[in-house]
């Protein structure tokens, strides 16, 4: 059997063809598994920002002229919930500052005793521990789907499908201050 130069071009370019579209519906598929972690980032962040009125009106009802903390949290969860849901970098940066702002307010919180007492500051105390775990959890998550994401994108010769296809690397979640990395104690012991 005499296969000719056509023929072999054929069989090459079909090759070709499917590496292509094998390495195109990867890119596709890490894609949507960065979205998908971002979405489980989203909607613990959003729980955590809903939960925060509330305690800041708990708060308040004990320690009203602590209102610099008060009004420093307020303002950083308007500023969390104005930025665009895809800013990745933006969101980390205020909530690792929202972090730090709920730590000072659980030590306003400290001073009062009653506060410390009463069954609703517990329990928002309770879900806000909760909560930030699974921010942490979800920030993993999301940070390995990028991880992924970056390296199809980066690798030889992955890299020429998604440049040619125009696939971007994903930001990471990152907290940008060391000091901003540690979970803010919520713990009345």
Known sequence: MDFGFGTIAIVVLVALAGYVIVVYNALVRARQMVKEAWSGIDVQLKRRADLIPNLI???????????????????????????????VAGRAQVEGMLSQALGRLFAVAEAYPDLKANENFLQMQTTL?????????????????????????ESFPSNIVANTFGFTKADYFEIENPADRAVPKVSFS
């Open 129 to 153: 521990e909760t909560l930030e775990s699974e921010i942490q959890m979800s920030r993993r998550y999301y940070n390995g789907a990028a991880r992924d994401l970056n390296i199809r994108i």
């Open 57 to 87: 009106e708990t708060v308040k009802g004990y320690a009203g002229h602590e209102r610099q903390t008060l009004e420093e949290v307020t303002e950083l969860r308007t500023r969390a919930q104005s930025l665009p849901s895809d800013d």
